[in-house]
């Protein structure tokens, strides 16, 4: 049996050919999920958080494969806000609140998620397991593109979604800011590094 990979199954979500924004409607999906704040680079708390999460994320794979139902683990994603949004485009990372998530295929339930993160916890003794959570994300019409380079390099392309794009289609942006990260920062150069941007928005106007 293949194992499940959604990078394959929603290649629209997460493999996007478009390198300027466009709409695209996101179905429900669901995820494990864990928030924190703070700056990516530098928090320690995001860093536990990461770690928390694919100890998880693998204990669900090897459990899964053993009952017949095998996936690669889902590529790192993030939520990101803050109380000042321009802290975004102008890359005031100290500000940003994060909810880092790894989506998980619909055979994958709740109580299989607690049981996993009982599982991970007792095996590897990281704290921020307990703050993991099963989360389920619908977030329908969204801008999305995909950014070729360094993650401090999304300003401009964010910019033009808030300054630019939005207003021009007659949109107002709604939920989360959101990421997908494709490739592995500790093995990627910064300019072949691949990320799908994704905003929720909605009509301006009834």
């Known amino acids: 049996m293949t194992a499940y ?9 997460y493999a996007p050919k478009n390198t300027s924004w466009a ?18 680079n530098t928090a320690d708390e995001y860093a536990r958080a990461v770690e928390a999460l694919y100890a998880v994320a693998y204990t669900i794979k090897f459990a899964g494969k053993r009952a017949g139902n095998d996936l690669v683990v889902a ?3 993030g939520l990101w806000w803050s109380d000042d949004m321009d802290s ?16 998980q295929p619909s055979w ?40 070729f380079g360094s993650y401090d390099d999304e300003a401009p392309t964010l910019a033009a979604l808030h300054n630019e794009y939005v207003a021009a289609n007659g949109l107002r ?4 800011h959101h990421e997908i990260y494709l490739g592995d920062p500790r093995r990627t ?9 994704r905003q ?5 106007t009834p």
Do not use: Y
């Open 5 to 13: 990979d959604v990078k394959r199954e929603l290649k629209d979500l």
């Open 23 to 40: 709409l695209i409607d996101v179905p429900e999906q669901q995820f494990l999920a864990i928030d924190g704040k703070g700056n990516p």
């Open 75 to 77: 590529p790192l994603e």
């Open 88 to 103: 975004f485009t102008v890359g005031a990372k100290d500000s940003w609140q994060w909810t880092m998530l790894i989506s």
């Open 108 to 147: 994958v339930t709740a109580e299989d998620v607690k049981q996993a993160q009982d599982a991970a916890l007792a095996k590897k003794k990281l704290p921020a397991i307990a703050n993991i959570r099963h989360l389920n994300l619908h977030e329908g019409t969204c801008a999305q593109v995909m950014h």
């Open 173 to 176: 942006m709604t939920g989360l």
């Open 189 to 197: 150069e910064p300019a072949k590094l691949r990320t799908v941007l």
């Open 200 to 204: 929720p928005v909605r009509p301006a």
